[in-house]
């Protein structure tokens, strides 16, 4: 049951190089679209004094948790299965850090308010909310790979699209949030991160 993604291979060092520093200070960590499971795996072997937490939608956590027990990182937990449109499945437990990687431009708009929903409830205070992956931003052209992925992602599935920065930076300060970075990663991905406030 363990699936492979090459570009988890290509992009977690990087984002690893971008979280470690971010994360020195966290306890917890609350992944939501973990996926195959690959970027749990190597974020908590790397980064030993986080408690790491992943999670996906339910009924797809089988991959997850075979790379969890690949891995033998205590601190990786046990997959949660959440679903952003179902408030049922979210978990009570509150979070240092709520990391999602390649999610908001595969969810629905509906499902990337509820992540910053989720992450205004779980999040402590001083708490940090990473994204990673492809923004649209008004004051530049998309990339000519990213005009192409997004055509791709709305054939596939209307819903989905990368985001407009500004509309998501404008959900993350009505949560609470507030920008903290936002940096160009390989393959024209970004790193954004907000911090809550008090």
């Known amino acids: 049951m363990k699936q492979y993604a090459p570009a988890c ?3 977690r060092q990087p984002i690893l190089e971008v979280l470690a520093p971010l994360l020195k200070e966290t306890a917890t960590v609350l992944e939501i679209g973990s996926g195959t499971g690959q970027h749990a795996a190597w974020f908590s072997e790397h980064m030993p004094h986080l408690a790491w937490q992943p999670s996906d939608q339910p009924g797809t956590v089988a991959s997850i948790e075979a790379w969890r027990e ?3 990182a205590v601190n990786l937990r046990k997959p949660l299965e959440i679903d952003l449109l179902n408030k049922k499945t979210w978990p009570q437990e509150s979070c240092g850090a709520l990391v999602c990687i390649n999610t908001v431009h595969i969810v629905s708009w509906q499902g990337v308010k509820a992540l910053f929903d989720l992450a205004e409830k779980v999040l402590e205070t001083g708490g940090v909310l990473y994204l990673y992956g492809p923004f649209r931003y008004a004051n530049r ?3 000519p790979s ?4 997004d055509q ?3 054939q596939r599935d209307p819903q989905s699209g990368i985001r407009d920065f500004e509309a998501v930076d404008a959900l993350a300060r009505a949560a609470g949030l507030d920008l903290e970075g936002d940096v160009p990663m390989p393959a024209n991905n970004r790193s954004l991160w907000w911090r809550k406030s008090a």
């Open 9 to 11: 291979e290509r992009n």
């Open 146 to 149: 990213n005009e192409q992925f």
């Open 141 to 143: 052209p998309l990339e």
């Open 152 to 154: 791709w992602l709305k």
């Open 70 to 72: 690949r891995s033998g």
